[in-house]
Nanobody, 122 residues
Framework: QVELVESGGGLVQAGGSLRLSCAIS??????MGWFRQAPGKGRKFVAG????????DYADAEEGRVTISRDNAKKMVYLQMKSLRPEDTAVYYC?????????????????WGQGTQVAVAT
Protein backbone atom coordinates (compact mmCIF):
# COMPACT_ATOMS: atom_id res chain seq x y z
CA GLN A 1 0.00 0.00 0.00
CA VAL A 2 1.18 3.54 -0.78
CA GLU A 3 2.38 5.80 2.04
CA LEU A 4 2.47 9.59 1.72
CA VAL A 5 4.26 11.97 4.11
CA GLU A 6 3.97 15.76 3.77
CA SER A 7 6.50 18.29 5.05
CA GLY A 8 7.50 21.93 4.60
CA GLY A 9 4.64 23.69 6.35
CA GLY A 10 5.09 26.49 8.85
CA LEU A 11 4.44 30.15 9.60
CA VAL A 12 5.10 32.70 6.85
CA GLN A 13 4.38 36.40 6.41
CA ALA A 14 1.83 37.52 3.87
CA GLY A 15 3.48 37.84 0.47
CA GLY A 16 6.05 35.18 1.25
CA SER A 17 6.66 31.76 -0.29
CA LEU A 18 6.73 28.12 0.81
CA ARG A 19 7.48 24.80 -0.84
CA LEU A 20 5.63 21.77 0.44
CA SER A 21 6.95 18.27 -0.17
CA CYS A 22 5.30 14.86 -0.34
CA ALA A 23 7.42 11.72 -0.05
CA ILE A 24 5.98 8.65 -1.75
CA SER A 25 6.58 5.01 -0.90
CA UNK A 26 4.87 1.85 -2.06
CA UNK A 27 3.67 0.66 -5.43
CA UNK A 28 3.32 2.55 -8.66
CA UNK A 29 0.95 5.52 -8.78
CA UNK A 30 -0.56 7.39 -11.72
CA UNK A 31 -2.09 10.55 -10.24
CA MET A 32 -1.04 12.95 -7.46
CA GLY A 33 -2.85 15.94 -6.00
CA TRP A 34 -2.67 18.62 -3.33
CA PHE A 35 -5.71 19.65 -1.27
CA ARG A 36 -6.16 21.99 1.67
CA GLN A 37 -8.61 22.28 4.53
CA ALA A 38 -9.05 25.33 6.76
CA PRO A 39 -10.55 24.99 10.26
CA GLY A 40 -14.30 24.48 10.04
CA LYS A 41 -14.27 24.38 6.24
CA GLY A 42 -14.35 21.71 3.58
CA ARG A 43 -11.46 20.15 1.71
CA LYS A 44 -10.54 22.06 -1.46
CA PHE A 45 -8.48 21.13 -4.49
CA VAL A 46 -5.26 23.10 -5.06
CA ALA A 47 -3.22 21.32 -7.76
CA GLY A 48 -2.76 17.94 -9.43
CA UNK A 49 -0.31 16.15 -11.71
CA UNK A 50 -0.31 13.09 -13.94
CA UNK A 51 2.74 11.06 -12.97
CA UNK A 52 3.67 9.49 -16.30
CA UNK A 53 3.10 12.50 -18.55
CA UNK A 54 3.69 15.33 -16.10
CA UNK A 55 0.61 17.30 -17.14
CA UNK A 56 -0.75 19.58 -14.43
CA ASP A 57 -4.00 21.22 -13.40
CA TYR A 58 -4.77 23.96 -10.88
CA ALA A 59 -7.70 25.39 -9.01
CA ASP A 60 -8.90 28.51 -10.82
CA ALA A 61 -8.44 30.68 -7.73
CA GLU A 62 -4.83 29.55 -7.25
CA GLU A 63 -3.47 29.46 -10.79
CA GLY A 64 -0.45 31.71 -11.12
CA ARG A 65 0.45 31.51 -7.44
CA VAL A 66 1.12 27.77 -7.09
CA THR A 67 3.17 25.25 -9.04
CA ILE A 68 3.06 21.46 -8.69
CA SER A 69 6.09 19.45 -9.77
CA ARG A 70 7.59 15.99 -9.41
CA ASP A 71 10.98 14.33 -9.06
CA ASN A 72 10.81 10.76 -10.35
CA ALA A 73 14.23 9.74 -9.01
CA LYS A 74 13.48 10.96 -5.48
CA LYS A 75 9.81 9.88 -5.56
CA MET A 76 8.73 13.33 -4.42
CA VAL A 77 5.94 15.73 -5.34
CA TYR A 78 6.20 19.43 -4.52
CA LEU A 79 3.84 22.35 -4.18
CA GLN A 80 5.56 25.71 -4.60
CA MET A 81 3.45 28.59 -3.31
CA LYS A 82 4.16 32.31 -3.65
CA SER A 83 2.40 35.57 -2.80
CA LEU A 84 0.78 33.85 0.15
CA ARG A 85 -2.28 35.40 1.75
CA PRO A 86 -3.95 34.82 5.15
CA GLU A 87 -6.75 32.90 3.43
CA ASP A 88 -4.15 30.31 2.37
CA THR A 89 -3.89 29.23 6.02
CA ALA A 90 -4.90 25.56 6.17
CA VAL A 91 -3.70 22.00 6.57
CA TYR A 92 -2.33 20.85 3.22
CA TYR A 93 -2.65 17.21 2.16
CA CYS A 94 -1.14 15.26 -0.70
CA UNK A 95 -3.10 12.42 -2.27
CA UNK A 96 -2.33 9.56 -4.65
CA UNK A 97 -4.29 7.27 -6.95
CA UNK A 98 -3.26 4.06 -8.67
CA UNK A 99 -5.61 4.80 -11.56
CA UNK A 100 -6.08 7.71 -13.92
CA UNK A 101 -8.83 10.16 -13.02
CA UNK A 102 -9.62 13.86 -12.91
CA UNK A 103 -7.14 15.35 -10.45
CA UNK A 104 -9.58 17.84 -8.94
CA UNK A 105 -11.96 15.13 -7.69
CA UNK A 106 -11.08 14.17 -4.13
CA UNK A 107 -13.12 10.95 -4.18
CA UNK A 108 -10.92 9.59 -6.95
CA UNK A 109 -7.86 9.31 -4.73
CA UNK A 110 -6.98 6.09 -2.90
CA UNK A 111 -4.33 7.30 -0.44
CA TRP A 112 -3.87 10.42 1.69
CA GLY A 113 -1.06 11.84 3.78
CA GLN A 114 -1.34 13.13 7.34
CA GLY A 115 -1.13 16.79 6.31
CA THR A 116 1.19 19.71 7.03
CA GLN A 117 0.07 22.99 8.60
CA VAL A 118 0.55 26.29 6.76
CA ALA A 119 -0.16 29.55 8.59
CA VAL A 120 0.08 32.93 6.85
CA ALA A 121 0.36 35.95 9.13
CA THR A 122 -1.70 39.01 8.28
Amino acid sequence: QVELVESGGGLVQAGGSLRLSCAISGFSILTMGWFRQAPGKGRKFVAGINWSGGSTDYADAEEGRVTISRDNAKKMVYLQMKSLRPEDTAVYYCAAASTTHKVAIASGYDYWGQGTQVAVAT
